[in-house]
Structure formats: structure tokens, C-alpha cells
């Protein structure tokens, strides 16, 4: 019998077009701290570190009732290219013949970057195979384990956002019920894609849904698969890496294009709006263990997609839009779905987030600094087990949350409300909350008396005695150590 998680309900998808850009005017300029993943020329993350975002959705709805793909880019990423005329408006007060950030933003994330398409399949005497990929010389070794998630069997359908190397992978997962000795009752594949950033992989769900549809009911039927990569494959350059030419500042150029671009990667699930609503007043602790680098793993049983999101939403809760804030601070990754062939790699990493369909993970206490199970998070560092307990402080944070989110809602239905979203309020919520921080930390830094009093905690929106070991654990992870603490600053 086929079982549905109830702790991981699976999210609608659907694809709707974007919203009209935002007048240059009117748009943020706050760029971030961005950096490249080290030793891997493929861009990172949205939230801190690049790629600053997807692209607006350009999808048309096919006749199949898929939606079909973009019109593929045939310019390498990075490649100098003038902007289109209806980009003329976009461009900045630039210095003559230089093309400006936020141009260079909107052809780099335009820009298709398919590096794999492959179908795994169950079969009951092998396990999970690759039974199909392109290119042929692709190293796909233990894409399987990572499509095909463990407990896939006891769900009709899931998708899964995982790392492979230094690409990311989407798959969509189907499992069937067929009158076959052979198969055991049932027939279950997963199509799936690789890329260099997860954030253009959302365009693809609806593609990839129908073909493992396809796959199930044809199986060897490869024709749509093998059009689609020879339209949507990299292009690569002699040594055979992928390269996107991402500006340092992508992630502030991104907000710039569109508020908040990069929940367009689930849009229109609105999981940070679930996320929040999952956790309630424990998203309190997650938000100061991502904005502290630590090492979160998230177990739940299938279907992964909405685990992923919750990955993915974690990593939200660290975005920062100051400059140079994070230079020193180690990447904050998103691994998505990981299982025990990714053991090597999570021992290696000093920041990550990830979610495991696999209980064995939580004896590995070595590979991660927090454990969430359901909405119960743990750990076993006794340094943080007092960032566990929630402060006043934290709680008056969640309640002025959930008023904001009550008053959009009402506003939305008595005044009719479009632009504004649950998902603006969220992500601004915490990016604001971080700038606050460490824009107080930057003005104590550079003061005369360079001493955190009661008062300047506080302008931080931290509580003087509950928040203690959080801040001085901030102050560490950020290279502060110059600033002192006032003696003041004691554990109540």
C-alpha cells in the first residue's frame, strides 16, 4: 500500500507568470557579501553568496499542458553582449562603454545551463540504476541513490533537489502500480537534471513531471529527453567546466531586478510562508544557528520536496545585504537531499544544511552541529544548547511576525492587496533583522569606545542577557573580536 507522509505534505506546483519589473527607481540597492565556492567554478547560493537568483518565469503553457522551457541562450555565460532594447531602461548611470551590474545580472541569469538529463529506474534484483543519461561520458556516479530517494516506495510522486559534485540536480520521481511478476506490482523512475545552479532548475518541474509520467507508461522512450538537452545543454568551455560569469554583487542586483527573486525557485508554494508556519516560534532558534554557520541536518521521511524547501528556507533565514559582512565566515551550502554515499563529503564541509530520508544519520554526531526532527530541534554541542532555549526577546520577534503577516492578509482581502506577499514579508523580516545586527556592530566597531552595552545590544533587536552567548558566539564567527562587552552583558 502506497503511504503519503502527513509530516511532509507535498506542495501544488504550478507555474504563473512573473511580476512586472520593478522601475529602477523604486528598487533596492543593498548588494551582499558574494563569494565563489572554493575550488569550484560554478556559482553559489542566492541568499549570501550568489547566483543572485533565478530568472523571471518566461514559460509558456504547452498544449500538453506542461509548461514548455525558455528560449535557450546560444551566448556563454559571461560572454560581453549588448543588452536588448527592451533592456535600455535597466541600465544604470555607468561609465561610458561599461555595461552595468544589474545588465550583466539580467543576461547571466537568463541563461540556460542543462550539464545532464538522465532517467533512474528501481529494478527488484539490482536496486536503483542509471538507466539512461546524457552526455554518455557524464559522471553520474551515485545520481540513483540521490534521485530515487531511501522510502520513495511508499509515495505515488515526489521531487528532489540535490548536489552532485559541483552541480546541482532536480528530479521528479514517479512510482506506479502495474500487473507485472517481474516488477513486483510496481514500476517506479525518476528523470532528472544537472546544473550548475539550482536556481534555474525550477523551470524544468513541469517538464520533468510529465516525462517521468511518459517513462512509467513507455518505458525507452528517450526522443522528448534527448531534444531537450541538445536545447538546453551548456555550453562549455576547453576545459570542460562549467563557468557563469556572476557578478560579486549578484545577490544585491537581483533584489534590484525583482524584490526577492530567488523565492521564485518555488514559486508559487510560497514554502517560506509554510516553513515559518511549520516551525512557529522554534524558527527563532533556526534563524540565529544559520545566521551562526552551523552545520543543520533536517530528517523527515518522503517525499523530500518539501524538506528541500525547508533546506533551502534555512538558508534564507542568513541573508545579509551588507558588504564584506561575511568575508571571513564559511559558506552557508545548501546540500538538499543527502544520503550515506555523501557521508565523505559532509565531513569536509564547515557549514551546510542539508535534509536525509535516513535515521542513521542521527548517530553521526560527528557530521553536524544540529539535528532537526519534525519541529524538534536538537543538538549535541553543549555551547549551544543554551541557543535552544528561546528569550523573550525571541518570542516578541514572533509575535510582531505574526502580526505583520495578519495585517498583509487582512489588507489583501479588504483592499485587494497583489503586490505585497507573505513571501516579501518573510525574507524581508530576517534580512532586516540581520542588517540591523551587524550595522550596529559596524558603527560600535568603528566608534571611540568599542564596547557592546546593554543599549546597543538591544538597537540590535537581541535581549542584553538572553542573547549573551548568541553574541558572543557572533562576534567570534564574524571576526569582531576587537569590540569588547560590557561587563553589564551577564547571563540572567
Not at 349 to 375: G, M, P, R
Not at 473 to 489: A, F, K, N, P, W
Request: proline fraction near 8%.
Amino acid at each position: 500500500m502506497v503511504e503519503r507522509s502527513d509530516r511532509a505534505p507535498l506542495l501544488d506546483w504550478e507555474e504563473v507568470p512573473a511580476p512586472a519589473p520593478v522601475p529602477a527607481k523604486d528598487r533596492l540597492s543593498s548588494p551582499s557579501n558574494s563569494r565563489a565556492i572554493s575550488g569550484c567554478p560554478a556559482p553559489v547560493f542566492g541568499w549570501s553568496s550568489g547566483p543572485g537568483g533565478p530568472a523571471p518565469c518566461r514559460s509558456v503553457p504547452g498544449s500538453d499542458g506542461c509548461s514548455t522551457p525558455p528560449t535557450t541562450s546560444s551566448t556563454p555565460a559571461g560572454a560581453d553582449e549588448g543588452p536588448r532594447p527592451d533592456e535600455q531602461q535597466h541600465l544604470s548611470d555607468s561609465a561610458p562603454g561599461e555595461v552595468s551590474l544589474e545588465d550583466r545580472m539580467v543576461k547571466w541569469e537568463e541563461t540556460d545551463q542543462i550539464v545532464s538529463v538522465f532517467v533512474v529506474t528501481f529494478n527488484t534484483r539490482s536496486g536503483n540504476m542509471l538507466e539512461w543519461c546524457l552526455p554518455k561520458d557524464m559522471d553520474l556516479d551515485g545520481v540513483e541513490f540521490k534521485a530515487i530517494a531511501s522510502g520513495s516506495h511508499r509515495v505515488t510522486t515526489d521531487f528532489i533537489y540535490f548536489r552532485k559534485g559541483c552541480y546541482f540536480g532536480l528530479a521528479c520521481f514517479a512510482n506506479m502500480a502495474v500487473e507485472s511478476k517481474v516488477e513486483r506490482g510496481a514500476r517506479m523512475k525518476s528523470v532528472g537534471i544537472l546544473s550548475p545552479s539550482y536556481t534555474l532548475l525550477y523551470r524544468y518541474m513541469s517538464f520533468l513531471e510529465h516525462q517521468v509520467r511518459l517513462q512509467l507508461q513507455s518505458p525507452g522512450h528517450y526522443s522528448p529527453l534527448e531534444a531537450f538537452y541538445e536545447d538546453k545543454r551548456a555550453l562549455l568551455p576547453p576545459s570542460g567546466d562549467v563557468v557563469i560569469a556572476c557578478p560579486a554583487t549578484a545577490w544585491g542586483a537581483a533584489i534590484n531586478h525583482s524584490m526577492h527573486p530567488e523565492m521564485k525557485i518555488t514559486h508559487p508554494a510560497g514554502c517560506m510562508s509554510q516553513f515559518i508556519r511549520f516551525f512557529g516560534e522554534q524558527i527563532m532558534v533556526l534563524w540565529k544557528l544559520a545566521l551562526l554557520r552551523r552545520r543543520i541536518l533536517i530528517f523527515s521521511p518522503p517525499p523530500v520536496g518539501v524538506v528541500c524547501y525547508r533546506v533551502y528556507c534555512c538558508c534564507c533565514l542568513a541573508n545579509i545585504s551588507i558588504p564584506g559582512v561575511s568575508a571571513a565566515v564559511p559558506e552557508f551550502r545548501p546540500f538538499f537531499y543527502v544520503n550515506v554515499a555523501d557521508i565523505s563529503a559532509l565531513e569536509n564541509e564547515l557549514s551546510y544544511v542539508a535534509c536525509t530520508t535516513e535515521k542513521i544519520f542521527e548517530e553521526k554526531k560527528d557530521l553536524y552541529d544540529v539535528y532537526v526532527d519534525n519541529q524538534n530541534v536538537k543538538t549535541c554541542r553543549d555551547g549551544l544548547k543554551p541557543l535552544l532555549r528561546l528569550t523573550t526577546t525571541d518570542r516578541e520577534k514572533y509575535r510582531k511576525l505574526t502580526e505583520q503577516r495578519q495585517m498583509l492578509l487582512y489588507s489583501q482581502e479588504e483592499n485587494g492587496d497583489c503586490v505585497s506577499s507573505e513571501e516579501d514579508l518573510f525574507i524581508l523580516f530576517f534580512l532586516e533583522q540581520n542588517n540591523r545586527i551587524f550595522q550596529t556592530l559596524s558603527e560600535v566597531a568603528g566608534s571611540p569606545d568599542p564596547t557592546l552595552t546593554q543599549e546597543s545590544v538591544r538597537a540590535m533587536g537581541l535581549d542584553p542577557h538572553g542573547d549573551r552567548l548568541f553574541l558572543l558566539h557572533l562576534l567570534e564567527i564574524y571576526g569582531y573580536d576587537t569590540l569588547l562587552v560590557s561587563e553589564q552583558l551577564c547571563c540572567s
